[in-house]
């Protein structure tokens, strides 16, 4: 008997999202499906201490080695897509549905003279059509019961029935008028046969001229003044809208399609296929690739011959409906067609439910490469197979145990901000993140003159204030070991404290004595990595040589073709695509760029939607136009005396004082900077 334990996915790994889930045993076989409206909890409940678990559970969790899922967009596609892996896998502990019990469905008997809608289990019967199958009895009939104001076709018993034209009185809901009331002669058995065929037909998909034709009559009815049947008319068409929500792991009937999405980073893409057959999700794979080429539309070409190459001609369905069309579309769309015999369509979906289903596996790609990217962060070997890489690929003494990422983004040199993302270990450090408002002035120089704020000139403006900003504070608390981060270096020291949680800094480097808290800038990093090629990094060395900084090492990642730069080397350092240690420097570079973006668009949005107006006590929106009318602009006003103020209607000596003082202070106020470093605190 396998330890669950061994299997057992991280908390964090699993989705709360609803999906199906399935437990395969040693050999692979699937022994256990089932669906949960929120994956986390369920998955979770499996894992508890085994005696708390019913014996049936215990064993089967017992039995089984492995755990995956599958994530659908609610709980009714879980309950259609477990029903079809059901049927498909057979598996060995689902003994719920191994007796006449299975999923309802909505049953119309045709075979009979007056055919009756209900709910059916169990084996099909010749001469009645199906419509379904449905994840609850309840679900069909609040559904029937909605459409039967529109389509009143019978849906009581043979015995019932026969009471009724027995007696000459039709049941309930013959007089409600949500049954045509056959059994009494109100239609005839070919009326009554036609109010099925198109209640069929409706179930069936056929649906849009049945909308239509009511919204006619209830036009007509409104034109003859016939209000009440107009506002019934109404009624009957919400009762069709509402049964006619769609449902997106569901297809149409005899729909053969096989539905490919992706999700990708730089480096990795994973694939997710479901295959449709006959409308049903009969089956999904997945796979996490290494990208070869950036180009999506060649990697959906290379993934089509991978998996088509060696298929059997019944494999390949009539549709392939892929996220972006191959490079040659027409090549692979006449290869397929060759290989399966007839035609088929590979094509990209641009509406409706297919659309709608290709988002769901878009989901369940992207669900997919995250679990993949938290184990790979998450494996310790991983992580230090990564420093080692960095450590002999850029020629370090040691392991770089400490890494700073800078990144800097603007809009045409407006709103420079940048950001500095820490990882230790291989592991992001969210408490020590830091964000920078770029000044522009000389780096080094306060009130120096104004200088172009290009990516490099900021580069070096924060690098100079960062860097600075240790040499003080590291100033007189002794020197600093890299290799150990204790203060003076000396292995016999207590090792610095640090805590879990993220929003609490760790205890490592010099403390303020004031505080109680760790120095802001006092921990150097063993490697600082800046977004961007060979000038950034230059930019950045002659800061650190500035400073008489030798001991960090410093490297720039240049994102089109991920290439490693080091100071004063013309050539750059080519990691393998595969390397862990490029998959660390990405990961970094890709947390700086959107720590930075998200501050940048907050400071562009704030600069779009205040006013230099704004803050001032008793000036709201109406006296702020009023100024704005009078003077012309901020500008104008700025030169205004509290005397020019008064002149405008509503303003008096205080509140022009006011304005005027406000004006001369340079309002709006920014965030808190620290003047010395440019740090935004918090």
Known sequence: MADPTTYRPKPGEIPTDPGVYRFRDAHGRVIYVGKAKSLRPRLSSYFQDITALHPRTATMVTTAASVEWTVVRTEVEALQLEYSWIKEFDPRFNVKYRDDKSYPFLAVTMGEEFPRAQVMRGAKRKGTRYFGPHGHAWAIRETLDLLLRVFPVRTCSSGVFKRATASGRPCLLGYIDKCSAPCVGRVTPDEHRAIAEDFCDFMAGNTTHFAKRLETRMKEAAAELDFEQAARLRDDIGALTKALEKQAVVLGDATDADVFALADDDLEAAVQVFHVRGGRIRGQRGWVVEKESEDLPTLVEHLLLQVYGDAERD?????????????????????????????????????????????????????????????????????????????DYLGLDDAPLRIECYDVSHVQGTNVVASMVVFEDGLARKSEYRRFIVRGATAGDEGGEPVTVDDTAAMREVLMRRFRRYLEDAEGAGDLDLSTGVVGGSSDAPAASSTDDDDEPSASGPIDPETGRPRRFAYPPSLVVVDGGLPQVNAAQAVLDEL??????????????????????????????????????????????????????????????????????????????????????????????????????????????????????????????NLTTGEVLE
């Open 315 to 391: 494999a390949i369905p009539r549709e392939v409906l892929v996220p972006t069309a191959p490079v040659d579309v027409e090549a692979v769309t006449e290869w397929l067609s060759s290989v399966r015999g007839s035609a088929v369509s590979v094509r990209v979906p641009q509406r409706g439910d297919k659309r709608t289903l290709m988002e769901t596996v878009r989901r369940n790609a992207e669900q997919s490469l995250a679990r993949h990217k938290v184990a790979r962060a998450g494996d310790l070997t991983l992580r230090s197979k990564a420093l080692q890489e960095l450590q």
């Open 548 to 673: 008489g900084i030798e001991e960090v090492a410093l490297v720039g990642l240049a994102k089109r073709l991920e290439e490693v730069w080091v100071p004063r080397d013309d050539h750059p350092v080519i990691l393998p695509r595969t390397s862990e240690g490029l998959y660390l420097l990405q990961r970094l570079r890709d947390e700086a760029h959107r720590f930075a973006i998200t501050f940048h668009r907050q400071r562009r949005s704030r600069a779009m939607t205040t006013s230099q107006l704004d803050g001032i006590p008793g000036l709201g929106a109406s006296r702020q136009k009023a100024l704005l009318r009078h003077f012309g602009s901020v500008k104008r006003l700025r030169s205004a005396d509290t005397t020019d103020i008064m002149a405008v209607p509503g303003f008096g000596r205080s509140l022009a004082s006011a304005v005027v003082n406000h004006l001369a202070e340079g309002a709006p106020q920014e965030p808190a900077v």
